[in-house]
């Protein structure tokens, strides 16, 4: 492009040298080449008038001599206007930010009869309503004195060219800088701020059980979720402060000229107020948190990278800690992380080596005191640290999503299981718990049944054991799923009524069988003022809604008399029986001691 258009400036210099040599051989009166003299000088000023980028004739001095319609529509002159001004007038031109005079630079064309050529940064001010206009221009000597400018308007290229870096620095969803574009963006602040020995801070902020509501109500509510919370990060945070998107649902941030420690972590609790607000998404008010990790430069590290880790750290830390909340970097959670993925990569060879086993919990009907079903509970029988319960475990299960092959080796377990009580007379309803990463599995429902069929197993032998807060984000997609359980007999049991945000209108609105009363309720009966008044109301809602009732974590005679009195369906607990092997459950149906 660049040889192309001094290549096009030498021309239009030799044009316009050959239109002064007419002028000149014209005033000398020769006659005979009059009538030659004026065709070329028709066929030249034609040419000139024609060309697509602006044409400017000047004398030694840069003053005007002829421009083509061009040059006056760019410069908002009359064609006539611009003739006989100081190109300079003609042509207020910047570079950089910085005025040019371009009747010097014509001067020092003609001066040193080289062509001199602006490519980026030029800026033409526009006469007529003061428009800028992005322009490249070259400025080449005229062999009889004088000079030609050629001027081209590439604003559109400019926008193209802007638009292609912003694309390339941005993310396209929420607008924010991406990853690169705060990695040049840290390291400028990191910088500044060992010069100036400074304070800034680095803020890792993730959305959580951000996946439920992209399962549940799709990405097209996902996507409005992540720009409305980039809006509401931005506005918690200063101008001279850097908010990015990390990557799906994380976004991390650059805090700068801190005075204190104490700067960032105000910063980062308000971010965590700001999205507790609800998130109204079309027919949807959403309950959305935040988990936040800060880390500090230079008190945790001076690093760039190493800062990013570590405020990610942070904020994993607090997310297993206390979802929604905010925590500072502390060293004791570099051990944590280790120690995780060592615990990851265990678990990944435990499904390998068989080291899981299903333990089944007795649960026993409270009309007929007998036991009519067992929850059944996973188990990891580690070769160095022996029976570990799910509490040490479960958490990395989830986050690595490693919980769906072991959620399918649990179901064929149980379903197995529940197949060889069925052989030997004693059917037992299994109860399994179905983790929201399970739930809005693609298949599930034709998984399970596929399990069943495989085992020669009724629907009605397994229930499957739901968390209330997987359907406080579902849609129609989260009743089709359980509808369809039903059809395979399978029942479908509420847990954590009563600890969340789910209401009557949920056990309303989708086909459940039973729900579980939770342990902290329980916990209050035959206490001292503890009137049970939760338990009851629960009872005779679910009672009410033809729901069966299902008490967790009984652990006395007291409280067992206490849910018989009530009404309670079914209980189970420490007093009833703690979770055992397969052997265990029917050696304890066989000996009749169901109380």
Not at 284 to 306: E, F, H, K, Q, R
Not at 470 to 494: H, P
Not at 564 to 570: R, Y
Request: charged content about 20%; glycine content about 8%; hydrophobic content about 45%.
């Amino acid at each position: 492009m660049t040889a192309l258009l001094l290549a096009l400036c030498l021309f239009l210099a030799v044009v316009l040298s050959v239109l002064l040599a007419c002028q000149w051989h014209a005033a000398r009166g020769w006659r005979r080449r009059h009538a030659t003299s004026a065709m070329l000088q028709a066929r030249g000023l034609a040419l000139l008038d024609a060309l697509p980028a602006a044409v400017i004739g000047t004398d030694r001095e840069g003053v005007v001599q002829y421009l083509n319609p061009r040059a006056s529509a760019l410069g908002g002159l009359l064609p006539a206007d611009g003739l006989g001004l100081p190109v300079s007038q003609l042509l207020p031109l910047f570079h950089d930010g910085t005025p040019i005079d371009a009747a010097r630079q014509v001067r020092e064309c003609v001066a040193q009869q080289e062509v001199l050529e602006v490519a980026r940064g030029a800026v033409l001010l526009r006469h007529l309503d003061g428009k800028r206009i992005d322009v490249q221009y070259s400025c080449a000597p005229l062999a009889q004195g004088g000079a030609v400018l050629l001027l081209h308007d590439v604003s559109a290229r400019r926008r193209a060219e802007q638009q292609l870096e912003f694309i390339a620095h941005h993310d396209g969803l929420t607008g924010l800088p991406n990853r690169l574009h705060f990695q040049i963006r840290f390291e400028h602040g990191i910088a500044y701020a060992r010069r100036h020995q400074g304070l800034l801070a680095v803020l890792f902020v993730d959305i959580d059980r951000f996946k439920a509501i992209n399962d549940s109500l799709g990405h097209d509510v996902g996507d409005q979720v992540l720009t409305e919370f980039a809006r509401r990060v931005q506005q918690c945070v200063r101008k001279v402060d850097t908010v990015a998107r990390q990557g799906g649902d994380e976004f991390i941030i650059l805090l700068t000229e801190l005075r204190t420690a104490q700067d960032a972590e105000r910063v980062a609790e308000k971010i965590v107020g700001a999205i507790a607000a609800p998130f109204v998404i079309g027919e949807y008010s959403l309950t959305v948190a935040a988990s936040v990790g800060v880390a500090l430069y230079p008190d945790d590290d001076d690093d760039v990278n190493a800062l990013i880790e570590k405020a990610d750290l942070a904020m994993y830390a607090a997310k297993r800690h206390a979802p929604g909340t905010c925590l500072r970097y502390a060293a004791r959670m570099q051990t944590q992380s280790y120690s995780r993925t060592i615990l990851e990569t265990a678990l990944r060879h435990a499904l390998e080596r068989n080291e899981f086993v299903l333990y089944y919990q007795p649960r026993m009907d409270l009309q007929t005191r007998s036991i009519t079903g067992v929850k059944a509970l996973l188990r990891w029988k580690h070769p160095e640290l022996g029976l570990m319960m799910p509490l040490d475990f479960l958490h990395v299960l989830e986050e690595s999503a490693l919980i769906l092959p072991v959620g399918a080796w649990v179901l064929a377990t149980a379903v197995e299981q529940a197949r060889s009580w069925i052989e030997q007379g004693q059917p037992l309803t299994v109860s399994v718990s179905l983790s929201a990463r399970q739930f809005y599995q693609r298949d599930i429902v034709r998984n399970f049944a596929a399990a069943l069929e495989a085992a020669g197993v009724p629907g009605h032998c397994i229930e499957l054991e739901i968390a209330a807060a997987i359907l406080i984000d579902s849609n129609q997609n989260c009743e089709l799923i359980l509808r369809q359980f039903r059809q395979l007999g399978i029942a479908i049991a509420i847990s954590d009524f009563g600890t969340g945000e789910a209401s009557l209108n949920y056990l309303k609105r989708f086909p459940t069988d039973a729900v579980k009363i939770e342990k902290c309720f329980i916990d209050d009966l035959g206490k001292p003022g503890g009137d049970g008044a939760m338990v009851r109301a629960i009872v005779a809602m679910a009672h009410t809604l033809r729901l069966r009732t299902i008490a967790g974590g009984v652990e006395n005679a007291e409280q067992l008399e206490l849910l018989a009195e009530m009404g309670c369906d079914e209980a189970f607990g420490y007093f009833l029986g703690r979770a055992m092997a397969p052997d265990g459950v029917e050696a304890l149906l066989k000996s009749g001691a169901a109380v």
